[in-house]
């Protein structure tokens, strides 16, 4: 199993950003899968859930603003970020949790993990 995010980058507040996720040694659609993020000195986050059915739960932090999608062609997780902030700024990671349904900020809940993709909101 392997996971590869990509897209982060330096973006000025109010900006916006797609993030991927491209998996590899299983099928994405049948597994739920989470974008988790830890900011600078911060423990980390929970951020945004989809379901095997598609449905999707959002952190208060991030709703309205984030949305997860999956393209089942492409195997590939994305997170649309829109009005960003500077609190949004974080290294953000795709993760499947060990637990069908867990939308945790505790990494040992997740089984698998890519390396990351860093966000930084700034003017």
């Known amino acids: 199993v392997q996971l590869l995010e990509s897209g982060g980058g330096l973006v000025q507040p109010g900006g916006s950003l797609r993030l991927s996720c491209v998996a590899s040694?299983?099928?994405?659609?049948?597994?739920?899968m989470n974008w988790v993020r830890q900011g600078p000195g911060k423990g980390f986050e929970w951020v945004a859930y989809?379901?095997?059915?598609?449905?999707?739960d959002y952190a208060a932090s991030v709703k309205g603003r984030f949305t997860v999608s999956r393209d089942n062609t492409a195997n590939t997780l994305y997170l649309e970020m829109h009005a960003l902030k500077t609190e949004d700024t974080a290294r953000y990671y795709c993760?499947?949790?060990?637990?069908?349904?867990?939308?945790?900020?505790?990494?040992?809940?997740?089984?698998?993990w890519g390396q990351g993709t860093q966000v930084t909101v700034s003017s």
């Open positions: 993760a499947t949790p060990r637990i069908r349904g867990s939308k945790s900020s505790d990494r040992s809940d997740y089984a698998f």
């Open positions: 040694g299983f099928i994405l659609s049948h597994s739920d």
């Open positions: 989809i379901a095997r059915s598609g449905s999707t």
